[in-house]
């Protein structure tokens, strides 16, 4: 079994800046490995989005975010970070980690629990 472990999120005016984390961890002894971990988020009112993430040989960023987001991954400890630099009001959502699990000849799809992220003046 493995847990997805969100942290970083919280209030920022206009203009400032956070750093999520997430980290995956499994039970004792369980074996397993992270193929692919990306960030997605949701609005109040709003479909679940992309916002950044690995896909094929490239690195994705969703439109808006371009520039201002940066995603990285440290694959020794198995976690994922999103630098997330001159925040807007707009990018006020719950911010979610991705990750495709890899498990004997399974593959899972992993949700963290989500973090707040709110932009307001």
């Known amino acids: 079994q493995v847990q997805l472990v969100e942290s970083g999120g919280g209030l920022v005016q206009p203009g400032g800046s956070l750093r999520l984390s997430c980290a995956a961890s499994?039970?004792?002894?369980?074996?397993?490995?992270?193929?692919?971990m990306r960030w997605y988020r949701q609005a109040p009112g709003k479909e679940r989005e992309l916002v950044a993430g690995?896909?094929?040989?490239?690195?994705y960023y969703t439109e808006s975010v371009k520039g201002r987001f940066t995603i990285s991954r440290d694959n020794a400890k198995n976690t994922v970070y999103l630098q997330m630099n001159s925040l807007k009001v707009e990018d006020t959502a719950v911010y979610y980690c991705?990750?495709?699990?890899?498990?004997?000849?399974?593959?899972?799809?992993?949700w963290g629990q989500g973090t707040q992220v709110t932009v307001s003046p």
């Open positions: 991705y990750a495709l699990v890899v498990s004997r000849d399974e593959m899972m799809i992993k």
């Open positions: 690995p896909i094929a040989g490239s690195t």
């Open positions: 499994g039970a004792s002894g369980y074996i397993f490995s992270i193929n692919t």
